[in-house]
């Protein structure tokens, strides 16, 4: 099993800047790759970006260039930085996690990112 737990969220106003964190625990050696989707309110969760153990990353192209996401593998925990931020990036960012061999996947239980003035 493997847990986690987000933090980061908040309110920012359009152009402002936060850095969403995501620390792993329990069986960290089974994961392949992390990530974050987000979920606004009427539609469906959605892929932000990802970043895998050959860290290689990926991101939606609403969040290129403005977005950016990382690992500290001595703290088992993914960052987001997200820079420039929209009105439309509103939304509960949710941390994930594939296991490599299984595919099972992990959630975290979301932070609430608004942007608003």
């Known amino acids: 099993q493997v847990q986690l737990v987000e933090s980061g969220g908040g309110l920012v106003q359009p152009g402002g800047s936060l850095r969403l964190s995501c620390a792993a625990s329990?069986?960290?050696?089974?994961?392949?790759?992390m990530g974050w989707y987000r979920q606004a309110p009427g539609k469906q969760r959605e892929l932000v970006t990802t970043?895998?153990?050959?860290?290689?990353?990926k991101y939606d192209d609403s969040v290129k260039g403005r977005f950016i996401i990382s690992r500290d593998n001595a703290k088992n925990t993914v960052y987001l930085q997200m820079n420039s931020l929209k009105p439309e990036d509103t939304a509960v960012y949710y941390c994930?996690?594939?296991?490599?061999?299984?595919?099972?996947?992990?959630w975290g239980h979301g932070t609430q990112v608004t942007v608003s003035s």
């Open positions: 994930h996690a594939e296991a490599q061999v299984t595919g099972y996947q992990y």
């Open positions: 329990g069986s960290i050696f089974s994961i392949y790759a």
């Open positions: 970043i895998n153990n050959n860290d290689y990353t």
